[in-house]
């Protein structure tokens, strides 16, 4: 055949190995094609295994969950603030209200994929006692104080140890000689002033994100913990995210290539979801404790000093702070008067697991969009909320996009040149078809960038019974349970646990006063670039927000 003769058909000369496997299978005329078809998947699986040798990527596991040692010191707790997440944390730390043991027995006889009661009765016990509570809303205290007193996990009809005392001062909590930690858990606006107080009185402290309401009062929260040195961990859960440890690895073994765009995200759309929650039909001006809700005097003048300065007393809400006002003390997320809107409340999930796995610190810059767009109900913190992040000493961009009014599913993803990783409570890694990395891979056939390259699916055999649009929200972020050696555990359960086995046998928790630092000032960068429609930077040397 001349070599200009494009009539004919050109065939590929077969190669020695094909020919032998040919030659095997000729034999075999009806399975012979179909049995070559396996022996070239495994030769693939082969070259894949070798591609992970490569790699020295190995499956990361969050520590064992080892049993505390019997005979070590218990530990007395006090908790302040038993709203949503505080009734989440003190069961977390093994104490439940006996109603919703005999409701979570109910829900599992109706429906047996329903664990909750299962998992919290194998959930070990952290040799914790509950020796105080406070709340400002009598219903919520005395709540508590029977969540403190079912020490054996029992229903309406068990039996019960001696009740936690009540208080209705945080400050008299602290200076109780039986209390030697905290966790505090109240509105935003009381986070700094009580942490403050805390580790000024030598208490140990579980910190609640976010870590504070104002800019000053972070420096404050820091420089008090580490004078005081008590041990501090900041409530972030997904430090006990398995795919996130595994995620990390990834990054350090440089199989994305270098990562220049990073997206996270958050998406609801139910009003739960946007903070607005049911009101308590026992609430009242004489169950609840306004003046004390209001909040502390020196923070209020700092955040109303602020608003002023630079022209935002728009945003301040249009009701008196002083009026009693039921919507405000449930739905206090909604004003800036209390919050920290989707920046301290729900960015900060998303950026702690982004630093967890890249030591990103605190961004250079700062730019934000957005407004109250679909919850038009006199709030002044916006449900729709665009963050740009910009880290130039990294060559990196981190994108945070949230809308309150639609629940399309959006997970993190991590944009290398050479490959992106997804990750939520499971991981996967896709190549680049552009790879530079993984060009030859590529044309041999070895990688292909529309099949995941790794996969990490955790307790993928099990059903979770997740209800609420909110509950989902936080599983699919990582956020309500981990795998340790192929068991369940709630991420909040393992996040007490550090905190209360350092306090017992010393050591740093995985969420440290820096890391919530870091946190701390970002958030603040972003909602200060929302308020000011302008770009905020962070002065390294100063330590500033410029």
């Not at 944390?89 to 043991?101: N, S, T, Y």
């Not at 700094?192 to 107080?197: E, K, N, R």
């Not at 990196?396 to 993190?412: C, I």
Request: net charge negative; hydrophobic share 35%; proline share 5%.
């Amino acid at each position: 055949m001349s070599e200009g003769n494009n009539n004919e058909k050109q065939e590929k000369p077969v190669s020695p190995e094909r020919r032998n496997v040919i030659k095997k299978l000729v034999s075999i005329p009806v399975l012979g094609a179909m049995t070559y078809g396996v022996y070239k998947k495994v030769q693939y699986d082969r070259a894949r295994r070798n591609l992970g040798d490569m790699f020295g990527l190995d499956s990361a596991e969050l520590p064992p969950v080892m049993s505390v040692k019997p005979g070590g010191k218990t530990i007395r707790l006090g908790i302040i603030g038993y709203g949503i997440r505080g009734k989440q944390l003190l069961q977390a730390a093994g104490f439940v209200e006996p109603a919703l043991i005999d409701a979570w027995k109910e829900a599992a006889q109706i429906n047996s994929i329903d664990t909750r009661y299962r998992d919290y009765m194998e959930q070990e016990s952290l040799n914790v006692e509950v020796t105080g509570v406070c709340d400002i809303f009598d219903t919520y205290a005395e709540a508590a104080v029977l969540a403190g007193a079912n020490i054996h996990r029992e229903g309406a009809n068990g039996k019960f140890g001696t009740p936690p005392k009540r208080y209705r001062y945080y400050k008299d909590m602290l200076a109780a000689a039986d209390i030697d930690a905290v966790i505090i858990a109240t509105p935003d606006h009381w986070h700094g002033t009580i942490a403050i107080d805390a580790a000024r009185a030598g208490k140990h402290i579980y910190l609640e994100k976010p870590m504070s309401w104002t800019v000053p009062e972070t420096y404050m929260i820091r420089d008090a913990v580490k004078q005081s040195g008590v041990v501090f961990q900041f409530g972030h859960q997904g430090r006990q995210t398995d795919s996130y440890l595994n995620a990390k690895q990834i990054i350090e073994k440089n199989i994305l290539g270098p990562v220049s765009l990073i997206e996270v995200c958050t998406n609801r759309n139910d009003p739960n979801g946007a903070w607005v929650y049911p009101i308590h039909e026992a609430a009242s001006p004489e169950t609840i404790d306004w003046k004390q809700f209001e909040g502390n005097k020196d923070r209020i003048k700092e955040y109303l000093d602020y608003m002023q300065s630079h022209g935002l007393m728009r945003y301040v809400g249009p009701e008196p702070r002083d009026r009693f006002d039921l919507k405000r003390f449930f739905r206090w997320r909604c004003w800036w008067d209390y919050s920290t809107g989707l920046s301290g409340d729900l960015l900060t999930h998303e950026y702690d697991a982004v630093n967890q796995i890249m030591n990103i610190g605190i961004p250079y810059s700062a730019t934000s969009s957005g407004g109250v767009y679909f919850f038009k109900d006199g709030r002044t913190v916006p449900d729709v909320l665009q963050t740009s992040f910009e880290f130039p000493d990294k060559n990196l961009t981190l994108l945070y996009s949230a809308t309150l009014a639609s629940e399309r599913w959006r997970g993190k993803v991590f944009m290398g040149h050479d490959a992106s990783m997804e990750l939520s409570s499971s991981l996967v890694v896709k190549v680049d078809p552009r790879s530079t990395r993984y060009a030859p891979q590529i044309e041999q056939g070895i990688i292909k960038p529309d099949t995941p390259l790794i996969t990490y699916v955790p307790g993928q055999e099990e059903l979770d019974a997740v209800s609420s649009a909110t509950a989902q929200y936080f599983a699919q972020r990582g956020l309500l349970y981990a795998y340790v050696n192929g068991k369940r555990y709630d991420t909040t359960y393992l996040h007490i646990r550090e905190w209360v086995e350092c306090i017992r046998n010393g050591g740093t928790p995985s969420c440290h006063i820096d890391a919530a630092f870091e946190e701390a000032i970002t958030a603040h960068m972003g909602t200060r670039a929302y308020l000011e429609a302008r770009t905020m930077y962070w002065d390294k040397d100063r330590e500033e927000i410029v």
